[in-house]
């Protein structure tokens, strides 16, 4: 017996261990925990440097600026290389023709190699040539029929530039094979770089093969001036052999997880004063279009660099007074409502837990020491009532009418409740999180955006607006060589022939077709046309097909020689032209026309809608207002009720056929979504505050779920057994504190059952009991 006795004491002791591992202690020790985490965030959070010379959003958008200049490059090699391959497979594909008549057509439809060669390769002769020589001594004709033999090469000119060599094969049946060659500069095409900005090409070994931006002997008008250009290109020389070793890197080790984006290396850079401004460099790698692919640009190894000088900021952002503040006021606010939760929540709940197990163990001699509030002093109550019973009383004589020992009736504890307790500590932690969310440490209307943000805003948007032209100028390029190569004799299955081929080799079409003079398609590739009236309107080379569709359709024009005025007909898909606006950094980007209609964006937009304010609507209008010979491209910074807006537009102005369209490119985005001091102190504030009432409500809530609403629910069935109800088996749910508190009011329910046995009751009432 006395070993038994022992180990149901053990067991006890273990159970009641066991429950103080859960239960109310956890969610206040976390909520504690976090607090204190969180001051101490909030202290070395702000306790940042009070300045940013150079902020973030600059470094930053050089970075964008030289992937702008990558993608670029990659994309007008790639183009180049594409094009002289599709050509000369046209060109395979007919009856054969001279090798002048191949480079008076191909330069009559492309004008974007500086020179041009056709070699017969057994012989070595030249059989003709266009624009300046080519290097020729450079290609070794033995080599051309392995792997890479055809692969396009970089070779050094003696006067220190540097050519690209691209090749293509032509093959008729009975004529000796030829070579065609072409050669072009290094140059990144089509790059905005405004005023004092650098860029140069770079290989892999960091030499520079080309520059463009630094000033001439012409452009330097003083001894001063000279000294910076000098800097410059030092210092442009050095971060080129530091980009070079920086793009030797796998993408991947780069660039953190989920960024997206760029799919090559690139990053930012700075460099020592020049004239009180600090270089910011950036660099980046051409890339392919798709992450894990290859092209023949990306396989040269180079890369493009950007340097600009940019004055810096000393003025202070934040006080680090602020953080400490901050830090101490939310210390004693927690403390506060963690002393609230210990000293009404926990320390009631805990003397409950013992005040039953001593019932339980029957000590009854001493009245229960009842909690001041809420459920707990319900159960205290109960528990009251319970001990009166064990001594002899009946239910009726410990009920609310009751008096106790001091003579006062004895009333239930409704009034305040433990979920109105917690509702106060969330409110006292609120007092510390909605003003830092809402109203402290704001960036306000006055912040100092900088200039170079403006200009970038306005280079990178020219960029984007020279990108799309250039590419609406190939696909007119590509259906003018269609329809040279197309001619007069050719049959409508020969014709589809091509066209599957330029689609295959092209996806910027969604449809290719012949039309005929009265309207009728010869042959088509890809879906089906749109053209409304199936005549061409007008003698523009590239329009927009009608303005009552779901979606922009544009077409290109290119009339095929001696077929009384057939045309092939190219339908650009506007995907391929929104896809050339996605580039981050410039927030929304369109294209619109020149009654300011949406005929493209980066994002979600509905055909032909108007910019969404009357703001935008005037700058596209006052930059299509010619300066000089051209217009010119545009930024501007908003400061008005909605906040600070950086904005943008560049029209449409070279040659080639987009320049009728008088398109224009728009961009704007807000000032707060840039890594600029201000807003990045008010965002660290927000997030402070965002991450207390997290906190609160994380730890809050779960002191609610685990202890509240069992607690709730066990007051009822504690008084529902003080008021007489002994058939109700009381069952805990949870080994913790409610959870021991409701074993010990069963305890006491069989005690209650086997004391009325023992008084001898009634059959009746016994069976009923």
Sequence with gaps: MAVSSAKRRHKVRRRADMSLLGGIRPPIAVLSALLLALAGLTALGFGKPAYEPLPTAVRTSQQHFAEDGAIALRASLDESITDLNRTASLFNAGDPVSADTVLDKLGSVYQK????????????????????????LAVDREKLSDEDGLAPRMVRLKNGETRLLTFALLSWEGRPQQLLVTSNSLKVPGISLGKFRAIAVVDSGGTILSSDGLRGPEDIPSKTVEDEVKETKKQLASFAKLAAEKSAANPVTTKEPGSGGFFGVSGTMTGSRISQERPVVGYATLAAPEAGESTDATGLG?????LVTVPENTSRVTDPLFSLLSAAALIVIGALAVAMLLGTVQRPLIRLFLESRRLTRGDLTRPVTVPRFGETRRIGDALERLRLQLLGAAPAETGDDATGPDGTKRRRGRRVGTRALLAGCGILLLIWSAPM?????????????????VNDQRDRSDTLADRVRRALNEGHADLLSVATLIGDQTSPTDMATVLERTMTEHPRYRSLYVLSPDGTVLAKAGEDPQHPSGKREGNAPLAVLTTDTKEPHIAGYAELPGRDGALVVGEFRVDFLNSLLKRPG????????AQARTLGSNNGYRAFQKLPSSRLDSLVEATGQKVGLSPRPSGVLFRDDDGIQIAAAAPFVGGGAAKSLGWTVVS???????AIPEYSAQNRTVLAGLLGVTAAAACL??????????????????????D????????????????AIARSLELLRQQLQEQRRREGAPPALAERI
């Design 586 to 593: 410039l927030g929304q980007v369109r294209i619109v026309d």
């Design 302 to 306: 180079l890369s493009v660099v950007t």
């Design 113 to 136: 190699w500086r020179g041009s060669a056709i070699v017969e390769i057994k012989s070595g002769k030249l059989l003709a040539a266009r624009g300046e020589n080519v290097p020729l």
């Design 701 to 722: 809530g779960w002191l609610h779920i685990v202890v509240v609403r069992p607690l709730r629910e066990l007051a009822g069935q504690a008084e529902t057994l003080a």
């Design 724 to 739: 007489g109800d002994r058939r109700t088996v009381l069952y805990p749910r949870h080994h913790d504190e409610v959870g």
């Design 437 to 453: 969310m809402l109203l402290l440490n704001r960036a306000g209307d006055t912040i100092v955006v900088p200039q170079q943000l």
């Design 668 to 674: 704007w985005q807000p000032a707060s979504a840039l």
